[in-house]
């Protein structure tokens, strides 16, 4: 980032570092901060700081069990996406494919590449007007590149939910992992997930869609990456 | 030389994962070792629940950001990097995000007023082991610490870090000009950093 980036003149340098850790920030701000970060090196120095802190706070809490229910059905899950990863690595590897057989993958997503072009088919549910904005469900219609997959984004007091149908097993060793494009780049998300046989998955977008000018999702490495690998199969424009 | 995340056999049984440290279970995780994930999970979701419920103040609420917290973890594996921290204080930040979004999505008047009333279920933890009675021994220092400090200090720190509040909601909620709650923030945080033991910093 150059000093001429007006990102560098942001207007809660110094003062902004204690909320940001704290999670006080309004989403818009957390997102121009953490860019604010990047390029002044005092507050980041304010930030490592004060973050010491913050993350000891939890043990502050009163300390409580966690709910066996909760054990069961999160290791049930676990397990089952566990066995699912190993049933399909023999089979994979069995027909692995080359590194520039990864081609059709990026030809699918050929189309995807178009995504400054995405028509984004907004559908406002819940009535036209009169009613809160926090009550309404958007269903925005999304860029697939499968030829028979579909997938909408249903955004909700800012947030968002992919669901997903009809869309391949992610490619071998891969697994599907969700993004956020803000100012033309593609931040990475904690969403990382597999499609059921029939290639249906809903998967709630992490964090609010403030700033966010597209939902994507690529096929990743299993563990996800931090910089996407190849092009996007999935792309929700997001007004 | 040995190598812990291996037993002679090959095999990586529970009672071999649960010698491991953190660390080197994440690497299991990572490859997609459930039985590595169970570890964690059984090592940090009372307090990951704990917070949750501090912060949502309603069960089932507190459940579900448990719930997708450790799938997020078990699924994002790889992102975790321990010079940034250890895997409680990762998994701790995943559940406080989690539980901000959820807050968030709720009005604030439904979230309710950060106090010290409110926790209903309140349930002793199961285990106390040495490691237990260490985190007992940082919690109470850190809640000295926390207490320690001027009223309007913690006040909005615990209405920003446990309330999932944003600092304008709280100037608003205080009637006091948002430059001033951030001020308070900061004052407070890094006086408790004194009081935890890190001197570094003069506190005016």
């Given at each position: ?17 204690a909320?940001?850790?704290l999670?006080a ?16 090196a005092?507050?980041r120095?304010?930030?490592a ?7 000891s706070?939890?043990a ?5 069990s966690?709910p ?5 059905r ?7 996406e566990?066995?699912?990863?190993q049933?399909?690595?023999p ?5 692995r494919?080359?590194p520039?057989h ?6 699918l997503?050929?189309a995807?590449?178009?995504a400054?072009a995405?028509?984004a ?5 819940g009535?036209s007007?009169?009613?809160?904005a ?6 925005i ?7 028979r ?7 909700s007091a ?10 391949p ?5 891969h697994i599907?992992?969700v993004?956020?494009?803000r100012?033309g780049k593609?931040h990475?998300t ?21 700033g966010?000018?597209a939902v994507?999702?690529t096929a990743e490495p299993?563990?996800g990456?931090t910089?996407?690998?190849s092009?996007?199969?999935?792309v929700a424009?997001v007004? | 030389?040995f190598?812990p ?6 095999e990586r ?6 010698v491991?440290?953190d660390?080197e279970?994440m ?5 997609g070792n459930?039985d590595?994930?169970e570890v964690?999970?059984?090592r ?13 103040r ?5 459940e579900d ?6 799938l ?14 250890s ?6 930040g995943?559940v406080?995000n989690?539980?901000?979004d ?6 604030v ?8 009333e ?6 002793p933890?199961?285990e106390?082991?040495?490691l237990e009675?260490?985190?007992r ?5 850190l ?12 006040r909005?720190?615990e209405?920003a870090?446990f309330g999932?509040m944003t600092h304008i909601?709280i100037?608003?909620m ?8 951030k001020g308070?923030?900061r004052?407070?945080?890094t006086k408790?950093?004194?009081a935890?033991g890190d001197p570094?910093?003069?506190v005016?």
């Amino acid at each position: 980032m150059s000093h001429d980036d007006p990102q560098d003149v942001y207007a809660g340098c110094g003062e902004d570092a204690a909320p940001y850790v704290l999670g006080a920030l309004t989403d818009v701000e957390h997102e121009a901060f953490r860019v604010h970060l990047e390029s002044c090196a005092i507050c980041r120095e304010e930030v490592a700081s004060l973050a010491v802190v913050a993350h000891s706070l939890p043990a502050a809490v009163p300390q409580l069990s966690a709910p066996g229910e909760v054990r069961d059905r999160v290791m049930a899950t676990v397990k089952a996406e566990a066995e699912l990863r190993q049933e399909r690595t023999p089979r994979v590897l069995s027909r692995r494919l080359g590194p520039k057989h990864t081609a059709w993958r990026l030809g699918l997503a050929s189309a995807v590449t178009t995504a400054a072009a995405v028509i984004a088919i907004v559908l406002a549910l819940g009535g036209s007007g009169g009613s809160h904005a926090s009550q309404h469900t958007q269903l925005i219609r999304a860029q697939v590149s499968a030829p028979r997959g579909t997938a909408t984004l249903a955004v909700s007091a800012g947030h968002g939910q992919l669901r997903i149908a009809g869309l391949p097993q992610s490619p071998p060793r891969h697994i599907y992992e969700v993004w956020l494009e803000r100012a033309g780049k593609a931040h990475p998300t904690d969403a990382l997930f597999t499609v059921s046989v029939a290639g249906n998955a809903t998967v709630a977008v992490p964090g609010s869609l403030a700033g966010v000018k597209a939902v994507m999702v690529t096929a990743e490495p299993e563990g996800g990456s931090t910089v996407p690998t190849s092009k996007p199969v999935i792309v929700a424009g997001v007004s | 030389m040995f190598n812990p995340l291996r037993s002679a056999t090959g095999e990586r049984s529970a009672g071999h994962l649960r010698v491991l440290a953190d660390e080197e279970l994440m690497q299991l995780v990572y490859r997609g070792n459930a039985d590595a994930f169970e570890v964690i999970y059984d090592r940090h979701a009372d307090a990951a629940f704990s917070l949750a419920m501090r912060m949502c103040r309603q069960r089932s609420l507190a459940e579900d950001v448990v719930q997708e917290s450790f799938l997020s973890l078990w699924r994002s594996g790889a992102r975790y990097d321990r010079k940034r921290g250890s895997v409680r204080t990762w998994t701790l930040g995943i559940v406080h995000n989690r539980a901000i979004d959820a807050l968030r999505r709720k009005t604030v008047r439904d979230r309710g007023v950060v106090s010290d009333e409110g926790i209903e279920e309140r349930i002793p933890a199961r285990e106390r082991t040495e490691l237990e009675f260490a985190r007992r021994d940082e919690a109470r220092e850190l809640r000295d610490a926390l207490e320690g400090l001027p009223e309007e200090q913690s006040r909005v720190i615990e209405l920003a870090y446990f309330g999932g509040m944003t600092h304008i909601e709280i100037a608003t909620m205080l009637d006091t000009p948002v430059g001033t709650i951030k001020g308070r923030m900061r004052l407070g945080l890094t006086k408790m950093r004194m009081a935890l033991g890190d001197p570094a910093e003069v506190v005016q």
